[in-house]
């Protein structure tokens, strides 16, 4: 892929109720419906084939966690070589019996696996009981270079860090993805967190020249409302495309010459000064 070519992505915003195969069934039936409307890359939401159960501590939930490869990495592995596009897979990964990680699997457009990311940052808070489930990611931030371009893929909470993008973004990624479930917040009854989800995320496009694609699920889940919301925006922080609080299929073209363009007219990467930077490494700084 050149790399002033033009690549299109969709994201797939979904609700997940019912039983888990008809949760994967219709994801299933959305990433035909990417392809046949010409997607090359197709991004599935967190968590995608179940209920978001980090919302109580229950320890008969790690049955939800899958060994890999699994009967669902395989059968999207199949269709991503089926289809012809590239496809990230979001799993609840068991490493071992008491070891979880919140992962996600990419597949290249003939079916190969390129390799999985663990989520790195896990958050706690109420309803948000996240680490009880999952260990923090091991592998560090990684890209993959897939048939139509290379991407680097991070999950949920990490879309809140900018040194996760930054990595990225030195590692070569054009694109970053960032599958989410993001919703209302229980201790801040009427409080919608959209906004800052969207100009955060859009910021890191802008100060490391990537575009960014954060993909959100929908519907009410136990106690928890999704808001969808799922966007795309390019190097310059312009949204591409948006949606709205419904299940659909997003599309998006993106001109990856965009990203060169950013960079020479924002010089951002050339000015860093690495130098001056590792109190970064400290958990908190102390005034002298």
């Given amino acids: 892929m050149k790399p002033d070519s033009t690549v299109r992505v969709a994201l797939v915003q979904m609700a997940c109720s ?12 959305y990433v035909r419906q990417a392809a046949d409307d010409g997607a090359q890359v197709v991004c599935l939401q967190e968590l995608f084939d179940a209920a978001y159960f980090p919302q109580e501590v229950a320890v008969e939930r790690y049955a939800l966690a899958e060994p890999l490869p ?23 990964e068991e490493a071992q ?25 896990i958050p706690d808070g109420p309803q948000y009981l996240e680490k009880y489930y999952f260990t923090p990611g091991d592998l560090g931030y990684k ?41 209302t917040e229980p201790d801040r ?23 960014v694609a954060a993909v959100n699920r929908v519907g009410t889940e136990e106690a928890m409302t999704f808001y969808g919301e799922s966007f795309v925006s390019d190097p ?18 993106l001109p990856l010459g965009r990203v060169r363009e950013s960079r020479e007219l924002l010089h951002f990467l050339r000015d860093r000064r690495i130098d001056t930077y590792k109190p970064l490494l400290k958990r908190t700084i102390e005034e002298a």
């Fill in 97 to 121: 019996p008491g070891v979880y990680f919140n992962s996600v699997v990419v597949f290249d457009a003939d079916g190969v696996d390129l390799g999985k990311y663990r989520k790195t940052h």
């Fill in 70 to 92: 699994s009967p669902t990495t395989e059968r999207f592995g199949a269709l991503a070589a089926e289809l012809g596009v590239v496809l990230i897979v979001p799993i609840f």
């Fill in 18 to 29: 019912g039983s888990r195969e008809s949760v994967r069934d219709r994801a299933e039936a």
């Fill in 143 to 183: 890209t993959f270079a897939t048939r139509f371009g290379k991407i680097g893929v991070a999950i949920c909470w990490d879309e809140w860090f900018p040194e996760v993008a930054r990595i990225m973004a030195l590692q070569g990624a054009q694109v970053l993805f960032y599958p989410s479930a993001i919703g």
């Fill in 236 to 253: 310059f922080g312009e949204i591409i495309a948006q949606a709205d609080g419904t299940e659909q299929v997003l599309i998006a073209d």
């Fill in 189 to 211: 009854p009427g409080y919608s967190s959209a906004e800052a989800w969207r100009t955060v995320i859009r910021s890191h496009g802008i100060c490391s020249g990537v575009f």
